[in-house]
């Protein structure tokens, strides 16, 4: 994934997605290695481990979504999976609004209990594993869903007005977190219209032919540069669908590169010697 | 947390300014394209 911001950073990153990954070779679904270039040259600036800033930056992107998109004074949260890149998107959203309760739901009940704990004993929030996805869903102000689910797993049936859902999981053909008809009684927010509409949480209803780019409201940078509005009142639910662009990869392993530079860690290495 | 929530909310405003060349995206578009013509052709 090769990006450049104009006269800004510059940088390439390679990441794999293979899910049989964890039980086949005991190795992460993603791996990623980010190579950050001068943007002026193309001189090799720096190496790094991409993985940890994907999920940065994906669990961030939530954070920037909640932030513009959720309805004032949203104090509570549900999440739809419970591994790593849930557990960054609560740390984004905790920085975000303050939540007084959280519900987490996953297949593995010990999973979603893992988390929930963590969240309880560090932040002292009211946080509880829930049996049910649905438990997850209903009567809470912000979803954030981050499985490989090829099936919805929340119905808009459970879905209350004014509700903002992080749609984070979709990141391939043929994956689905939320009902069509959720998405289509929805405002929906994408990070790019070529990247959702192939891989994104709206891929299948895009190649059905039930939602097309006329569906979607606008990128999520519309709406921070104030080309579009947000959210409009309390009671539409919106939806940000999220692929994962190349450019927070970029941003974010700028920052890191900066703050490596600064701090005098990692490893010097002249790579054109 | 907060300083790459502060980096990715820029990435999405450049992007939103067109100040972000992305190969990535040429490639779908690409490959939409082909998949259409493949289909026309049969």
Same mark, same amino acid.
């Given at each position: 994934m090769p990006c450049s911001v104009i006269g800004s950073v510059a940088g390439v990153k390679a990441v794999n997605v293979h899910p049989d990954n964890p039980q #086949?070779? +005991? *190795?992460?679904t993603v791996m990623a290695v980010i190579e950050l270039v001068d943007p002026d040259n193309g001189y090799p600036i720096a190496i790094m481990d991409g993985t940890s800033v994907t999920n940065l930056r994906t669990g961030a992107a939530a954070g920037v979504a909640t932030k513009y998109l959720? #309805? @004032? +004074?949203?104090d509570s949260a549900g999440f739809i999976g419970s591994g790593v890149q849930a557990l960054l998107s609560f740390l984004a959203l905790q920085e975000i609004m303050e939540i007084n309760e959280i519900k987490i739901h996953n297949r593995h009940l010990e999973s979603s209990e893992k988390m929930a704990k963590m969240i309880r004993d560090t932040y002292g929030i009211d946080a509880k594993a829930v049996e049910t996805a649905r438990e997850a869903v209903t009567g809470l102000d912000v979803i954030t869903t981050t499985t490989h689910s090829r099936?919805? =797993? =929340? *119905? /808009? #049936?459970w879905v209350d007005e004014g509700t903002h859902i992080n749609a984070m999981g979709a990141d391939a053909p043929g994956k689905q977190e939320l009902e069509t008809e959720l998405l289509l009684r929805s405002k929906i927010l994408i990070d790019d219209w070529e990247q959702a509409s192939h891989s994104g949480e709206i891929n299948i209803p895009v190649e059905a032919c039930v $939602?097309? $780019?006329?569906?979607i409201h606008s990128k999520i940078g519309d709406i921070l540069i104030g080309s579009k509005v947000g959210r /409009? +009142? @309390? #009671?539409e639910i919106t939806i940000f669908d999220s692929t994962g662009l190349a450019v927070q990869d970029i941003a974010t392993a700028w920052k890191v590169y900066e703050k490596a530079v600064k701090l005098d860690v990692g490893l010097k290495l002249d790579l054109l010697a | 947390m907060s300083e790459v929530i502060d980096c990715v909310e820029t990435a999405f405003a450049e992007e939103a300014r067109c100040n972000v060349d992305m190969l990535q995206k040429n490639i779908y578009t690409l490959t939409r394209i082909v998949k259409k013509v493949l289909e026309i052709l049969g």
């Open positions: #086949k070779y +005991n *190795l992460p959720a #309805k @004032e +004074n949203a099936t919805p =797993v =929340v *119905l /808009s #049936k $939602i097309g $780019i006329d569906d /409009s +009142n @309390e #009671k | -």
